[in-house]
């Protein structure tokens, strides 16, 4: 126990006096986690939309005025041809065209039916897709108030109809930060784990230190334990600024348990700690371990389900998701903090990064060898 303590007041000791580590462990993540915050937005804005008005009647000025009110439109052209319109597409000056035809508003009084063209540049097919249904429910709810301003008698005695409320769960005001928020601490929390282990026993074996170790009375696994157990440590720090941050700064709720949060961080730190620890057995040098980590990070990051619903993804993408650790933390951030989920809800998930750290770690600790001389 004493050899093992000794070897963490070392690491601490070469933590603190490196100046340079400082800011990387302290300091940088926490300015991504407030950028990342603020430009990880679901929500589009600033649309730029051509509109094409080939009817010039009070009714298309009124529905155009519904576009030019709405704060997530910009009108940028109005007027010219049809030629024009797929030009502005085209030339990335418009990402939606609008085109009304010659005797909207004939059409709309007398047949209370009316086509309009809408033309979206779907490169960006999420955008395409948010602005277009952005569209759809201005022209519907133009479309509610002109029929009602007619009050024409075949209006009053329309059929009966469903009506739908809703309400919104756990996410009521739908605020995109306290949905990503949750995941982008899970992501800084593991590249500082990940990278760090990763690189601190490859320092040793660049510095040449690793020799003078191996020669000692120091069992392997004191080793190993003092070695890990110090980012462990700063790994759960930055998960506790991380959510202070995020309380103080963004307001994020915390429904459940953060005892529970800290029980499955703790267990998962285990399992990214010896992630980093089986790719230092395999590299000699800080820069090969940083780029190894690095490629198996971004895997990770890509298909945990941060960005992109996992549920859109290809089934062979789900399936590899499965064996996702980020996944499982990202999702169970996201219940436990948003929703209040308890142990039980969870418990599967505690059960699946138990046996992956053990699986990991004794991986790490069979290829990791010891020297005797």
Known sequence: MRTILFIIRKEFTQIFRNKGMLPILFVLPFIQLVLLSFAADYEVRNIKLHILDNDHSQASRQLISHFAANPHFIIVKQGGTAGDGFDQLDGGRADLFLDIPPDFEKDLIRDKHADIQITADAVNGMKAAIATSYAQQIIASFNKEFLAAQKRPAIRRRPPWIEVTYANWYNPQL???????????????????????????????????????????????????????????????????????????????????????????????????????????????????????????????????????????????????????????????????????????????????????????????????????
């Open 175 to 373: 605020n995109y930060k306290n949905f990503m928020l949750p995941g982008i601490l899970v992501i800084l929390v593991t590249m500082i784990s990940a990278f760090l282990s990763a690189m601190n026993i490859v320092k040793e074996k660049e510095d040449g230190t690793i020799e003078q170790i191996n020669v000692t009375p120091i069992k392997k696994h004191q080793f190993i334990i003092g070695k890990l157990l110090p980012f462990w440590i700063i790994g759960l720090v930055t998960l506790t600024i991380g959510l202070v941050i995020g309380r103080a700064a963004f307001h994020i709720p915390i429904e459940g348990s953060l005892l529970l949060v800290y029980a499955f961080a703790a267990i998962y730190l285990a399992l990214i700690l010896g992630l980093g620890f089986f790719i230092s057995t395999f590299t000699t040098t800080q820069q090969q371990a940083m780029f190894l980590a690095w490629f198996i990070l971004v895997i990770f990051i890509l298909m945990s389900g941060l960005m992109t619903p996992i549920e859109s993804m290809p089934r062979w993408a789900q399936m590899m998701a499965g064996f996702n650790p980020i996944a499982w933390f990202v999702e169970f951030n996201r219940r436990v903090l948003l929703k209040g989920s308890g142990f039980a809800d969870v418990r599967m998930f505690f059960v699946y990064i138990a046996i992956a750290a053990v699986v990991m770690n004794a991986a790490a600790i069979l290829n990791y060898r010891k020297r005797s001389g």
